[in-house]
């Protein structure tokens, strides 16, 4: 088997299995999910979820946010982690909106990129997420998950993507990411997993592995 065959049969169990992939994050917005996405790095969704009604009832905006102090943000945001960086951030991101973009997210990388706090990565979920374009952010369930099905050689971040990116068709990056993360949550820790039960790797896996 190729692994281009590979990565269609995995694609079709991981369409079996969530059919459906609903944002993690919650948002109503590209703002409030670029701020809720900056959030997550290095935490949890869960723990995002639970702190970001309290700052957007706040400011769901960039205008009102830039009415916050950045210790008022970070108050809200300690128990996320990291809060001073990203309170900074979230402030000073909302600034440049307003400034050199009418307070809207603009839908391009180079300009995502570009904002304080935002990596390749967020700015592919917001890409994604917010504006609909394929693309495939790859966070540590993904990287974790491409090197075991050796659809990718786990150097990096960035190989990886670029690997995924070859191997799947652009058409399914957007949903498939998420159902990778998904997968990985339930199925495939960083430690201990089940490799005789599991729905992929009893199939596809490298045998060396285990
Ligand atoms: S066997 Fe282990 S490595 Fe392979 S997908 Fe399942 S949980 Fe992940």
Redesign the pocket.
Known sequence: MTKKEKAIKIAEILENLYPETPIPLQHKDPYTLLVAVLLSAQSTDKKVNQHTPTLFAKADNPYDMVKLSVDEVREIIKPIGLSGQKAKSIVKLSEILIEKHNGKVPESYKELEALPGVGHKTASVVMSQAFGHPAFPVDTHIHR?AY??TLSTGKNVEKTEKDLKNIFPEELWNKLHLQIIF??RE???ARG???KE?????KY?RKS??
């Open positions: 998950l075991r099905w997968f990985g199925h495939c820790p997993h089940n490799p599991c729905p992929i790797c009893s896996g592995l285990f």
